[in-house]
């Protein structure tokens, strides 16, 4: 499990991370959101000791990073932005480098090797030097590294950046599997990656925990939250559905998208919208190509969040 | 021990998969044979003796040793690499020591591939292969405290061709601190326990005793000193600055 309290670090004139305390469990999927020069680089390289906090404490699986580094570090594996490691080695060498760095030796070690290749999909570029290497493969060396020793706590700071849509599905299959027994700590801007592969997300800005929550508790902060949208077939019907609407005592407010065709209604706090819009639908014969219960926006949640 | 070892194995690998090395190793070889050979006056001077090979040792290490220590840290943190080798469990003084052996065991096969000369000279005359012995010992022990300048100027930056510059001025300094050319900037304020102090950080004073035979423990000390002096600042430089 990874502990921070009070964890800070502050440069000379800006205060990069301020008092970031959290907790992740084994089983749990934590995602640290934010937008970028939030602090969430900086709050993973304190927790992977690479930068020493200038207050506060963090520890992996009870050693602290600054007490006992060592110990720290041997029951985690990091994925550092942007996957850095050496151009001129070939994979297979470099995966070779951290399992000597990591003390594995015998059989394990062959066996570790093996899996994580074959997991990674890099059996094909094991002999290819790491600079001749696309982006997307490049990523899957820095994630087989971090994996290679099957540490119980994972940080994976952006692993899906920069990869195109399948790879990122092979990778968040990955994180899923693996998330049973690990701690696992995922870095990201993307919010359908919150959904895809998270237990619990954690939202930071300007160097501060602003939200602490799972992502569907997150959704329901959303305006949009039970919100119900419509989209019409015929678009001579839409005034009159609007009308409509807006006269239904349970509806806040009704916005119309950029195509105008489609329709939202938002509900007072609390209220449940989608049987009263079924029935003036049914009533009115307005047709319909879709309708829809949302249950909650995440990227409209991090923007009134962090802005 | 065994992490300083995989983390210096691994640098040394690395100068061997590009032409780096070899590069390197042929234009060492060209241009100790040419000063030996031309400015030296090998053959002219009628001795069987390697003094003309070693003369210019300091010389040639002023330029070829920063152009291997330039890239030892600034390229580790321009890649963002540093950051994965200092997250694996490893200190930084291991991660220090061992990208600087490998540098060390790099220039000690540059220097051994000078063997040659050595067979010429004793195939001409019979030289006393003791001092010769000397001589390559502080050589190398020279070359070590250039990388370990080096090393330490290279980790100031994330510019290999500062790092390189950086370590051409300071090796220089330190290479004719006991001459005019240092000491003069001194003499006018200085009291003299300074300047005695700085004339006595020459490398070519200490380098010229052991290569005139003459092992005395204080300039193997002074080498020795240098190194653990310029590694110890080069873990302090980087872990202030490994993260910028």
């Known amino acids: 499990m990874i502990k921070t309290e009070r964890l800070t670090k502050r440069y000379e004139s800006l205060t990069a991370v301020d008092h970031v305390s959290f907790e992740a469990r084994p089983g749990e999927v934590l995602g640290f959101l934010g937008p970028n020069g939030a602090g969430k680089t900086t709050t993973m390289r304190m927790i992977a000791g690479f930068i020493a906090p200038t207050g506060g404490t963090a520890s992996i699986c009870g050693h602290d990073i600054e007490r006992e580094p060592l110990a720290a570090k041997a029951k985690l594996g990091y994925l550092p932005e942007g996957a850095p490691s050496y151009g001129e080695m070939s994979v297979r060498g470099f995966l070779e480098f951290i399992a000597d760095l990591r003390d594995l030796t015998g059989a394990a070690r062959r066996i570790r090797l093996e899996q994580v290749t074959e997991r990674l999909g890099l059996g094909s570029v094991a002999a290819q030097t790491i600079d ?17 020793h099957d540490p119980p706590v994972l940080i ?15 990778v968040r299959a990955l994180i899923n599997e693996m998330a049973a027994e690990k701690t696992i700590v995922v870095s990201t801007h993307i919010l359908e990656e919150v959904e895809a ?6 939202i930071i800005a300007r160097g501060r ?8 508790g997150l959704a329901a902060r959303s305006r949009y939250h039970n919100a119900v949208s419509l989209r019409l077939g015929r678009p001579e019907q839409l005034a009159a559905a609007r009308a409509a609407l807006v006269a239904l005592p349970q509806v806040e407010s009704v916005e119309t998208d950029a195509q105008g065709l489609r329709l939202t209604a938002l509900p007072r706090a609390g209220a449940a919208l989608l049987a009263d819009v079924n029935a003036i639908t049914a009533r009115d014969g307005f047709a319909l190509q879709a309708l829809e219960l949302e249950s909650g926006r995440l990227d409209e949640v991090f923007r009134s969040i962090t802005t | 021990m065994h992490h300083t070892v ?21 234009i060492f070889l060209l241009l100790a044979s040419a000063f030996t050979f031309y400015l030296g006056g090998f053959y002219e001077r009628g001795q069987a003796d390697l003094a003309p090979f070693f003369n210019f040792h300091p010389w040639l290490y002023l330029f070829l ?32 020591l061992g990208k600087f052996l490998a540098a060390w065991a790099f220039t000690a096969l540059a220097l051994a591939l000078t063997f040659p000369i050595w067979i010429t000279v004793n195939y001409l005359g019979s030289p006393d292969n003791g001092v010769i012995l000397a001589a390559y010992i502080g050589s190398l022990l020279m070359a070590g405290g250039f990388l370990a300048i080096g090393s330490c100027m290279s980790a100031l930056t994330r510019n290999q061709v500062v790092a390189f510059i950086l370590a051409v001025v300071v090796c220089f300094a330190f290479l004719l601190a006991g001459f005019p050319l240092v000491l003069d900037a001194f003499h006018a304020w200085a009291p003299q326990v300074l300047i005695d102090a700085i004339a006595s950080l ?6 010229e005793a052991i290569s005139k035979g003459v092992l005395d423990v204080r300039d193997l000390l002074y080498f020795v000193l240098t190194m653990a002096f310029f590694l110890i600042a080069t873990a302090i430089i980087l872990d202030v600055r490994k993260s910028e």
Not at chain 1, 197 to 202: F, G, L, M, S
Not at chain 2, 202 to 207: D, G, P, V
């Open chain 1, 132 to 148: 001749t290497l696309s982006k997307g493969f490049r990523r899957r060396v820095g994630i087989a590294q971090a994996i290679l």
């Open chain 1, 156 to 170: 994976l700071d952006e692993p899906t950046d920069g990869l195109d849509p399948n790879q990122k599905h092979e």
């Open chain 1, 197 to 202: 592969v998270c237990t619990r997300a954690i």
């Open chain 1, 209 to 216: 925990i602003v939200a602490d929550d799972t992502p569907q």
């Open chain 2, 6 to 26: 995989t983390i210096a194995k691994r640098e040394l690998a690395g100068y061997f998969a590009t032409p780096v090395a070899y590069v390197f190793i042929l």
């Open chain 2, 65 to 96: 040793i920063p152009a291997i220590s330039m890239r030892l840290w600034a390229e580790e943190r321009k890649s963002g690499s540093v950051e994965l080798l200092l997250t694996q469990p490893v200190t930084l003084w291991q991660a220090v």
């Open chain 2, 202 to 207: 020459s490398f070519l004073t200490h380098f």
